[in-house]
C-alpha cells in the first residue's frame, strides 16, 4: 500500500525533505540541550506552507490532502519527532478552523495561524483527566453572549508559545459526555494564564505544558463543537492523530535503522565489520520488516481517515504497533552502535524519548488495545446470537 501524489502534493512533500534537512537536522539536539521548544523554526515551517497544507487556497492555504499531512509528519520526525509533533498540532488548528469555524473567525484568525505568528494547540488533557477524557473537569458556563470558562489544561503540544487553543470543556457535569463542547480560545485574551512548560526526559521541541482559565469569557462565536457534539468531533480528530503519529514513528525508526547499519558497516572489529555478523544484521532486518509493516498499518489508517471511512480500529492498530516497535527498535539501534550510539552527535537518546511520548499522545498505547479489544468482543458477542 503506498499512498500517491499528486504533482503539487509531491512539490510540497519535497519542501518538507528540504526543510528537515536543512532547519530540523541540524538544529534539533541543541533544542534540547537548552530544553526549549523551537518558536523561531515553527514559524519558518509555517511561513514554507507547511500550517496551511489542509487550509483551502481560496483562505489563504494549500489545499492539499490528510494524506499528504501524515507524509510530512513522517519525514519531519525522521530528525525530531517532538518538533514534528509541535508544527502538525499547529497544523491541526488552522485545519480546524478552515473546516468548521464561521467566515468571520477565518478571517480574523488564519492569516496570522498561516504566517506562524500565532501558534495554535489542542487542549484536551487535565491534571486529573487523560485517558479518560469524560472526566474532564474544565467548565464552560453559559452567561449572555457567550460562555466562562474555568478549569486548568495540562501536558498541551505547544503550551510553551501556542496563543490559540481549541479547548474541550464540559458544560453540564451531569450529561457526562454528551456535555463536552469544543471553543477556540485566544489565550491573549484575559482569565487565560500559561503554567511554565513542564521539564521532561525529552523531547522539549514540543513545547508541553498548561493553562489556566480563570472566568475567561469566550463569545458565542467561538464555539465550534456544540455541547453533544464535542466528545464525538475529539474522538474523530484523535483518530487522525494516531494515524499520523504510526507515520511519525515509522520515519523515526526507519531512520534509526539507516544510522545503524551505516554505522555496523563502517565499524571494525574481529577482523571484519560488526555488519558481518548475522546476529546482528538480522536484528536490523526485523526491525525494518516491522517498519514495513507499521507502515502499511498507517497508511491504511491515513486512508480511512481521509475518506470518512471508519478510522476508530484502524488508527487504533497502527498507532500501538507503530508505537510499540520504535520503543522496541530504536533501543536495539542504539545498541547495535555500542556506546557510541549514547553520543550526542547522534538522534537516538533523544528520539528514544519520543518513541515514549509516542506511547502516550492521543491515547496510550493500553487505550489502543482497550479500542481494539472492545470491537472483538462486541463481535464475538454478536455471533453468539
Ligand atoms: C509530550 C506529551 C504531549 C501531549 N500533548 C497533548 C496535547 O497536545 N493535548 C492533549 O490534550 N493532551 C496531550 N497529551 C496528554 C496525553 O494525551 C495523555 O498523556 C494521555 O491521554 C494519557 O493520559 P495520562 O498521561 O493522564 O495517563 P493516565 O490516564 O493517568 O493513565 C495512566 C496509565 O493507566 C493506563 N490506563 C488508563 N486507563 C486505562 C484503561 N481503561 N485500561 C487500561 N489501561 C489504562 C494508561 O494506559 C497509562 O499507562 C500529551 C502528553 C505528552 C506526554
Not at 132 to 160: M, P, R
Not at 352 to 366: L, M, Q
Request: proline residues 4%; negative net charge.
Amino acid at each position: 500500500m503506498d499512498l500517491p501524489l499528486t504533482d503539487a502534493e509531491e512539490d510540497m512533500l519535497a519542501r518538507a525533505v528540504h526543510f528537515a534537512e536543512t532547519h530540523v537536522a541540524p538544529n534539533a539536539q541543541d533544542w534540547e540541550d537548552e530544553r526549549r521548544q523551537p518558536i523561531e523554526t515553527l514559524k519558518a515551517g509555517s511561513l514554507a506552507g507547511f500550517a496551511g497544507l489542509e487550509v483551502p487556497e481560496n483562505l489563504g492555504g494549500a489545499g492539499m490532502r490528510f494524506r499528504l499531512k501524515a507524509r510530512v509528519a513522517e519525514e519531519l520526525a525522521r530528525h525530531c519527532f517532538a518538533f514534528s509533533f509541535s508544527m502538525i498540532n499547529h497544523m491541526g488548528l488552522a485545519g480546524k478552523i478552515a473546516r468548521d469555524a464561521p467566515e468571520e473567525i477565518q478571517k480574523r484568525y488564519l492569516p496570522e495561524i498561516l504566517a506562524g505568528e500565532a501558534i495554535g494547540c489542542a487542549a484536551l488533557s487535565e491534571p486529573n483527566a487523560g485517558s479518560d477524557f469524560a472526566a474532564i473537569t474544565t467548565s464552560a458556563k453559559k452567561v449572555d453572549g457567550g460562555w466562562v470558562i474555568n478549569g486548568e489544561k495540562a501536558w498541551i503540544t505547544n503550551a510553551a508559545h501556542a496563543d490559540l487553543m481549541f479547548l474541550y470543556a464540559q458544560t453540564d457535569p451531569a450529561a457526562g459526555w454528551r456535555g463536552v463542547a469544543g471553543f477556540l480560545i485566544d489565550a491573549r485574551e484575559d482569565g487565560v494564564s500559561r503554567v511554565p512548560p513542564f521539564q521532561i526526559m525529552g523531547g522539549h521541541a514540543i513545547g508541553v505544558g498548561g493553562f489556566i482559565l480563570k472566568d475567561h469569557f469566550v463569545p458565542d462565536i467561538r464555539l465550534m463543537s456544540v455541547p453533544g457534539s464535542g466528545f464525538k468531533a475529539a474522538m474523530a480528530s484523535v483518530n487522525a492523530a494516531r494515524s499520523y503519529v504510526a507515520t511519525m514513528c515509522c520515519g523515526m525508526t526507519e531512520a534509526a535503522i539507516e544510522l545503524a547499519a551505516r554505522h555496523a558497516s563502517n565499524r571494525a572489529a574481529f577482523g571484519g565489520h560488526i555488519a558481518d555478523f548475522q546476529g546482528l544484521r538480522w536484528q536490523l532486518a526485523d526491525a525494518q520488516t516491522d517498519v514495513e509493516a507499521a507502515r502499511l498499518l498507517a497508511y491504511r489508517a491515513v486512508l480511512a481517515v481521509e475518506t470518512g471511512a471508519e478510522a476508530e480500529l484502524p488508527a487504533a492498530h497502527a498507532k500501538k504497533f507503530a508505537g510499540k516497535m520504535a520503543d522496541q527498535h530504536l533501543a536495539r539501534c542504539m545498541q547495535i552502535m555500542g556506546a557510541a550510539g549514547m553520543r550526542r552527535e547522534y538522534p537516538l537518546g533523544r528520539q528514544i524519548a519520543c518513541a515514549r511520548i509516542a506511547n502516550y499522545v492521543d491515547g496510550t498505547t493500553e487505550i489502543q488495545n482497550e479500542r481494539i479489544a472492545r470491537a472483538l468482543f462486541n463481535r464475538k458477542k454478536g455471533q453468539e446470537k
